[in-house]
């Protein structure tokens, strides 16, 4: 597949903004019930903090049209990007569409370009020849959005848009490849804070027990409040623990980690080790 992608629209927020809040609405019965792992909303946590973006709610709802309606307004409201991931398919349980063609007063209509694209990536599976109306019908229902949304194809090998309502929510499919795939394409989309907006971490790490590093820690945190950097610590299973410094004035978070690295008896983690420390905690 080898399709067309949509062309960068004007910035929905309006010239010279941009985002500076998130919040994240994963919507699916499978989710509460433990019956699927959601791996989204992290993924969502490090997009948004590689791009500057302060992620401020995550919420875990069912597949309940008035909980949709509710979460997504009050979402919408509140934060200059929502994303919503889950309930998007071809059956009964996926109401996402209707419930925010609902939230947001539209009707439901199906969107002609999404279905070309469907068509065109399915052509070659036969057993859609033998599909009953009925079942055609369900499938299609992938392509029945609210009708004022802004359906946006950002990836070349796929057939599934983002819809955008609202200029703010943009609606995801729950399938974790697709989600990452979708969010990492709608970057050129959005936007995002420019450079120097963005925060910088640095992580130290301290022998130290965290009963020990907390009256450090607490003392740190409240001179540095004003300053608008943030500071955290996280337990290891082994005997130590990890300090995370968070700030967007690089020199200064730098200054504060060597100040750290001194008082806790620590050492600072190059970039290498803070990556491969990511990776492990993504396994």
């Known amino acids: ?62 597949d309940d049209e008035d909980e949709i309606v509710e979460a997504s307004r009050r979402l ?36 002609d370009e999404t279905l070309r694209r469907m068509e065109e990536a399915s052509r070659h599976r036969t057993w859609l020849s033998q599909q009953s109306e009925e079942q055609r019908t369900a499938r299609k229902r ?53 450079n120097d907006a963005r925060p910088f971490r640095l992580q130290i790490f301290t022998p130290l027990p965290e009963s020990s590093i907390a009256p450090f820690l607490t003392a740190l945190q409240k001179r540095v409040k004003l300053e608008n950097i943030r500071v955290g610590s996280y337990p290891l299973l082994q005997p130590g623990a990890h ?6 004035d690089r020199d200064r978070v730098k200054e504060l980690g060597l100040e750290v690295e001194k008082g806790l008896q620590g050492r600072i983690l190059s970039e290498e080790e803070t990556e491969a420390m990511t990776r492990a905690k993504r396994q």
């Open 76 to 111: 919408v409201l509140n934060y200059d990007f929502v994303i919503t991931s889950g309930g998007i398919g071809p059956t009964h349980d996926d109401i996402t569409y209707a419930s925010l063609a609902a939230s947001f007063r539209q009707e439901l209509k199906y969107h």
């Open 243 to 248: 300090v995370a410094l968070i700030g967007s």
């Open 1 to 62: 597949m080898d399709f067309l992608v949509s062309q960068i629209p004007n910035n929905p927020l309006g010239e010279g903004q941009y985002i500076r809040t998130a919040a994240a609405l994963i919507i699916g019965d499978e989710i509460l019930n433990g019956n699927t792992l959601d791996r989204n909303s992290n993924y969502f946590a490090r997009f948004c903090f590689e791009n500057g973006i302060e992620l401020k709610k995550i919420e875990v709802i069912a």
């Open 142 to 194: 992938m392509a029945l959005f609210p009708e004022a949304g802004e359906v946006l194809f950002v990836a070349g090998d796929s057939w599934v848009p983002v819809v955008r309502l609202e200029g703010k929510l943009c609606i995801f499919p729950g399938i974790p490849a697709l989600f990452q795939k979708l969010l990492d394409n709608l970057k050129p989309y959005l936007p995002l804070p420019p």
